[in-house]
């Protein structure tokens, strides 16, 4: 036990975690309620995901959410870890500072103006909002959180592995996808896992760039929120924190057993 | 452009046609690898804006796009010069004149400020203990704050209805234990907002204070306590100010974002409250005035430029210092 | 007067028996969870002494030296410091100061301000510190670099600066965790005589914790010499190299040569040891070694002579064959084969420029030296 963890840092670590999960807890455990009257224990009862699953609206939202994140996630993958090689690799090229800008502003970019903007490029180009607007807008801001990930992985890549493969001969585009890219793959996919949230988790920019019929989760969410808690939406919302919850689990699972495995492996070949 | 892929592969003297060929590739790939996602971004994020600012100058029209277009670049020079005539500052003049815009903003900085000291007070200790926890104790703990930002903003901030309502859980709680006889309004009130903001933006704190504070080489703390400091001065002499790149970053994570914040205030916050980002939500879709929602965009922009610029560059310190 | 090595120093209170200890360590031990760092020890530290620990990463040494500056509480024994016990005392309640082995400059602070920081803590009037800071400054010849922050100064100069803000409270003892350890070698063996003359000028007590016997030896007044958590013993330089109590110690300080054996015959001063392959060695100053007891015979290498022919006047000399030379500038090392398998390591020092007839790789060779040139080891 490390001496300077003291009382208070136990104390303090303890509370906060309270509060970080205390209400999610709650909302989780009131979905499972009897009673209409959301704050107000009626007993247990799984009516709530019963009459969820029967709501047709809801259940079309959440298929128009799921193919947007697939495909938007994916998407935006391939351009954040393209965007993080450039910040990484390339220190030297014309506009590389507004480049730096372009990639870091929309993390914390307030999501109205984003999604204004970008609803009037869509207005200004003569797109029909749907289906693929909300995914371009949705590429565009996740790209930039998978190109951050991605990057501190690249930061701490050991360059001399690329060098090697060049001086045995592989070309570059050879050696990214032999060794850059097998090396940081934890980060490209945890990075996957990111954009796939975010997009299922956005209101805001999915509001301003989707238009009918192309209603996603949290829009229908909030639409319901907005006429008061209820029941139903407490269900929704559990079901959408297990999807994630169990995504997140099962990967820092995998991650630690082959974190296991490798120091088996490494105490065997210790032993010889 | 030069990048060291390109002079390794130019450097390889063998097989003359294959060399030139690959160099070809190799040249062609690099500038792709820059050139897709440079493209993506000016066109995706930074020509939007510029589009904003444009329609923010032009009037509003009851058609769909409910705007007069303000510029016609097909109808060259001429058509320039008149649409430079047609250029209206009238949204602007709008927003000066009415005080609920100008209210809208200033109320938006002072809860967003207010709300950072907050996370900032709750979110030092937190970090502060998780970057003294054991070793292995330390990546459970971060896996634990990282946890909840996977988890829905919207669905977090909907699950404090249920608990700050008048009739809500905490009120139940605290008449129960009989702290209180009375329900405490909490929900529409700006003490809702600020536990929302301070709740749903807590790890975005956590994080870059965890990592400063993680980094800090303990050996300081005890040749500080060696010269005869108290570990709470100590701290206040060594720890914090040693931490500071991290309070920065964490404050402006929160902070920016917090400004322009929708979902919180329209959900917590009741009709009472002010906040510009709700001010433009309902300009945009309530009023349909896109010019009048665009000058207010416009303006919010302005307004966290400078913090924005300040956190690129600690952005940009951060990582030198990690190369 | 005779005397071990060659150099005799009139500071010597560990042989005064009146002499008042200075720093005591009574029965220490320290655990950590079930690995035990520091194993019942004592020892005695006298003041104005430059004493070193020595060890092997993972011997204790710095636990100790924790233990002393107050980092670490001992889990039994009790630690004294001029007469009182330091149990309970926190370290920013006890009058010694320790300079890191990592420095521990504080990055945001500049030289002047970290040499500062400790007279600051202590409530010292403003006047007073910028006196004192500007002494250590120039005592560590930095006047020039006042202003600088950590990370604007070499390595040897962050070393100086942290020397400086340890001395600069004037403690009654300074703790040094590897002090010369970051630098490289030519700057060590420069700062390790400055150290030294630090240590003189102002009269402190020093206790320094090294993994570098030569700098140990180079510097001490006395040395530790510390294994899993005990000391093996604690001597001055050159008694630890002429004197060795252990096969550990022996070996551990310097290069030697071992020949284990049994005592075959005893007489009051001398013994003949017959090794376990036959050799017969002739020892003068056999300590307690009892007729019959196993033992190692160490000797070390600069005091085993190397010719050609059988040489008349030793009593040990053992033939061999030379099976490897090294010649290093200022002498040369021989490994001499013997006929029954081991090796040994003779050197010899190159005081001529040109030698005839020298020896080479295969030759016939014979090893000798005189009955007091090694010592007998029973433990």
């Known amino acids: 036990m490390n001496p300077t963890w003291t009382r208070f840092n136990i104390t303090s670590i303890v509370l906060g975690f309270a509060f970080l999960y205390l209400p999610i807890v709650l909302l989780v455990v009131f979905s499972f309620n009897a009673s209409k009257l959301v704050t107000v224990w009626g007993g247990f009862s799984t009516k709530w995901y019963a009459s969820l699953f029967q709501n047709q609206g809801l259940m079309d939202a959440a298929w128009v959410t799921i193919r947007v994140a697939l495909v938007s996630a994916s998407v935006a993958t391939v351009l954040g870890t393209l965007a993080a090689l450039v910040l990484t690799r390339y220190t030297r090229f014309r506009g590389r500072v507004l480049f730096t800008g372009m990639v870091f502003a929309p993390l914390v970019m307030p999501e109205v103006i984003t999604g204004l903007s970008l609803l009037l490029l869509f207005v200004a180009v003569g797109l029909d909002r749907g289906f693929l607007t909300v995914t371009l807008a949705h590429i565009t801001f996740s790209m930039c959180f998978v190109a951050v990930v991605v990057q501190s992985r690249l930061l701490s890549f050991d360059r001399s592995l690329e060098e090697a493969a060049m001086d045995l001969g592989a070309p570059p585009v050879k050696t990214f996808f032999q060794i850059t890219l097998p090396v940081i793959a934890p980060a490209v996919i945890s990075g996957w896992m990111l954009a796939f949230t975010l997009s299922l988790d956005d209101l805001v920019i999915a509001s301003f760039a989707s238009g009918p019929g192309a209603t996603t989760l949290p829009m229908k969410i909030y639409s319901q929120v907005r006429l008061g808690v209820t029941p139903e939406i407490n269900a929704a919302c559990t079901i959408l924190i297990a999807i994630v919850a169990i995504g997140v689990l099962a990967a820092s699972v995998v991650n630690k057993q082959r974190e296991v495995q490798r120091r088996r492996d490494e105490q065997a070949a210790q032993r010889g | ?323 | 007067m005779k005397s071990l090595g060659s150099i005799r120093r009139d500071f010597a209170p560990w042989n005064d028996p009146d002499a008042k200890p200075y720093i005591r360590f009574e029965n220490v031990t320290k655990r950590f969870g079930d690995f035990t760092a520091v194993n019942n020890l004592s020892l005695t530290i006298f003041e104005r002494e430059f004493f070193a620990l020595l060890g092997a990463s993972g011997c204790g040494k710095s636990t100790l030296l924790r233990m002393l500056a107050g980092f670490e509480e001992p889990t039994e024994g009790r630690i004294l410091l001029d007469g009182q016990d330091l149990r309970g005392i926190q370290p920013y309640r006890r009058p010694v100061n320790m300079m890191f082995q990592s420095y521990a400059l504080f990055p945001h602070m500049t030289v002047e301000k970290n040499i500062a920081f400790g007279l600051k803590q202590d409530g010292m009037a403003k006047a007073d510190i910028d006196a004192r800071v500007a002494e250590m400054l120039k005592l560590v010849k930095l006047e020039r670099f006042a202003q600088r922050k950590p990370h604007q100064l070499s390595g040897g100069q962050r070393q100086r600066v942290a020397l400086a803000r340890s001395v600069a409270k004037r403690p009654k003892v300074l703790l040094l965790d590897e002090p010369l350890g970051a630098l490289d070698k030519k700057l060590r063996e420069e700062t390790q005589f400055e150290l030294m003359d630090l240590q003189q000028e102002l009269g402190l007590t020093f206790v320094v914790v090294t993994h570098d016997q030569e700098e140990a030896m180079t510097m001490a007044d006395r040395i530790a010499i510390m294994d899993k958590g005990e000391v093996m013993q604690v001597a001055t330089p050159a008694e630890v190299y002429e004197a060795p109590n252990s096969r550990f110690v022996a070996g551990f300080v310097g290069n030697v040569n071992m020949f284990e054996g049994a005592v075959a015959e005893r007489t009051e001063k001398t013994a003949r040891i017959t090794g376990s392959t036959g050799a017969q060695i002739l020892v003068e100053n056999a300590g307690d070694a009892a007729k019959g007891a196993n033992v190692a015979f160490a000797i070390r290498p600069e005091k085993i002579k190397v010719s050609s022919k059988k040489p008349a006047d030793d009593v040990n000399a053992l033939e061999g064959e030379i099976y490897d030379i090294a010649y290093l500038g200022d002498m040369t090392v021989y490994h001499v084969k013997l006929e029954d398998g081991q090796v040994v390591r003779a050197s010899t020092m190159n005081a001529a420029r040109i030698v005839e007839d020298p020896l080479t790789w295969n030759d016939r060779a014979w090893v000798s030296f005189r009955p007091d040139a090694g010592v007998v080891l029973t433990r």
């Open chain 2, 1 to 323: 452009m030069t990048n060291a892929a390109a002079s390794v592969s130019a450097s390889i003297p063998a097989d003359e046609e294959k060399s030139a060929g690959a160099r070809l590739l190799s040249g062609i790939a690099s500038r792709l690898v820059i050139l897709v996602p440079y493209c993506w971004l000016l066109f995706f994020f930074l020509v939007p804006f510029v589009i904003v600012f444009k329609i923010s100058l032009s009037q509003t029209a009851i058609s769909m796009p409910p705007y007069t277009p303000a510029l016609d670049f097909g109808a060259g020079f001429a058509g320039l010069t008149d649409a430079l005539k047609e250029l209206s500052f009238d949204n602007y003049v709008w927003l000066t004149e009415d005080p609920l815009y100008f209210n809208a903003y200033i109320s938006s900085v002072v809860i967003a400020g207010i709300s950072t000291f907050l996370t900032l007070l709750v979110g030092y200790p937190i970090a502060y203990g998780m970057a003294r926890a054991p070793a292995s104790l330390r990546p459970t703990l971060l896996m634990l704050v990282i946890l909840p930002f996977w988890t829905s903003f919207l669905i977090r901030v909907y699950a404090w209805i249920g608990i700050l309502k008048p009739e809500g859980l905490l009120n139940q709680f605290l008449m129960g234990v009989g702290v209180i006889s009375e329900p405490l309004i909490i929900l529409n009130t700006y003490t809702a907002i600020f536990i929302g903001i301070v709740y749903s933006y807590l790890p975005f704190m956590v994080l870059p204070l965890y990592s400063t504070l993680e980094k800090m080489d303990n050996s300081l703390i005890e040749a500080a306590n060696d010269l005869g400091c108290t570990p709470i001065s100590a701290f206040w002499k060594i720890t914090f100010p040693l931490s500071l790149p991290g309070v920065i970053a964490g404050c402006l994570l929160v902070f920016i974002p917090a400004v322009g914040e929708f979902v919180i205030p329209d959900l917590l916050g009741g009709s009472q409250t002010l906040m510009i980002g709700r001010t433009l939500w309902n300009e945009f879709f309530n009023n349909r005035d896109w010019p009048v929602a665009s000058a207010v965009a416009t303006i919010l922009l302005l307004v966290l430029v400078i913090p924005i610029v300040l956190f690129q560059h600690a952005q940009a310190k951060a990582q030198e210092q990690d190369r």
